[in-house]
């Protein structure tokens, strides 16, 4: 499980990332909200945790920019102590708030906590392969963290690959499946729908494959 922690207090970065790395997290540490976003944008992670008062972007506006395209779990540290301030923090989608100074040992229970919540949420609602990522719950395709557009076809199909990575699927399946009784016998409208669906998955393209004389598979290179 790998942590992003912002902070601009060197201290508490220093304590929370021995004793995460402790706890057998991978952790990234950065010191204001530019990086933060920075990083997010550019590297997964499975929890965040964010300071308020951070220079350049605070904590607020890092939350808010994450959870324009990420349900990921996100975990509030601020030294102000107030109703309004945590009621704000949910607000805008933070899953937990938590107080400076704060037990170390609380917020590794809430992180732990978190993870596991999030971990059976994607395992039910979230398909992933590499950088391909399926809301089935909010009907939401995502490339690299971008939102794209599919055909209800083209989504059916992704679903369907998703659920069944690195498997061959012929073509005969897929035409059954995916388009039931509304299109018999000619496997060579599933052949146009693959093109249009690997043009729309750009660079993940060559991860689904044809596999000659017997059909399709998304797998690895």
């Not at 991978?26 to 920075?38: I, R, S």
Request: charged share 35%; glycine share 4%.
């Amino acid at each position: 499980m790998k942590i992003l922690v912002a902070d601009d207090d060197e201290r508490i970065l220093r304590l929370l990332y021995d004793f995460l790395k402790f706890n057998k997290y991978e952790v990234v540490t950065v010191t204001d909200g530019k990086q933060a976003l920075e990083r997010y944008n550019s590297e997964n992670f499975d929890l965040i945790i964010l300071d308020v008062m951070m220079p350049i972007y605070d904590g607020w506006i890092v939350c808010k920019e994450i959870r324009k395209n990420s349900l990921i779990p996100i975990i509030i540290l601020t030294a102000k102590d107030s109703d309004l301030d945590e009621l704000f923090g949910f607000d805008i989608g933070a899953d937990d708030y938590i107080s400076k100074p704060f037990n170390i040992q609380l917020l590794l229970a809430r992180i732990k906590r978190l993870l596991k919540n999030n971990n059976i949420k994607e395992n039910d609602n979230i398909l992933k392969f590499k950088g391909i990522e399926v809301d089935k719950d909010k009907h939401l395709v995502k490339l690299d963290k971008k939102f794209i557009n599919l055909s209800p076809k083209e989504y059916e199909l992704l679903i369907y690959f998703l659920n069944n990575v690195n498997k061959v699927i012929d073509r005969d399946t897929l035409l059954r499946v995916i388009w039931k009784d509304e299109y018999f016998g000619d496997t060579r409208t599933v052949d146009t729908h693959i093109n249009r669906l690997r043009n729309k998955l750009e660079h993940y393209a060559i991860n689904l494959k044809t596999i000659r004389g017997f059909g399709y598979k998304l797998g690895e290179e």
